[in-house]
């Protein structure tokens, strides 16, 4: 059963940006760390950022300057800014407690980057 939904993926062209929103089932969700992860074709999924309770973000290096993570712990919602988007950055994000909760996957969104 998915715990969190997200959404605002879609096709961007290379450069662009998308906001993607994370929707958490009921309200725990504010006490733990949140991530972003994701997952491309053949690969296996890895994190992409974190944010903590109190809004102490971390990024991969390879995302850095270009994802701002972010959250509204009233209403159980995290974000993910995306800017100068790449190809490489083509996956499906899904959003997840850290540590990760196994059983608690979303949907994800898919996130396609090309002209």
């Known amino acids: 059963q998915a715990q969190f939904v997200e959404s605002g993926g879609g096709l961007v062209q290379p450069g662009g940006s998308l906001r993607l929103s994370c929707a958490a089932s009921g309200s725990a969700e504010s006490i ?7 997952q491309a074709p053949g690969k296996q999924r ?5 944010i903590t309770g109190g809004g102490s973000a971390n990024y991969r290096d390879s995302v850095k300057g270009r994802f701002t993570i972010s959250r509204d712990n009233a209403k159980n919602q995290v974000y993910l800014q995306m800017s100068s ?13 850290v540590p990760i909760r196994s059983d608690a996957w979303g949907q994800g969104t898919l996130v396609t980057v090309s002209s």
Do not use: H, I, N, S
């Open 46 to 50: 890895e994190v992409v950022a974190t």
């Open 85 to 97: 988007l790449k190809p490489e950055d083509t996956a499906v994000y899904y959003c997840m407690t």
């Open 32 to 38: 733990f760390v949140m991530g972003w992860y994701r």
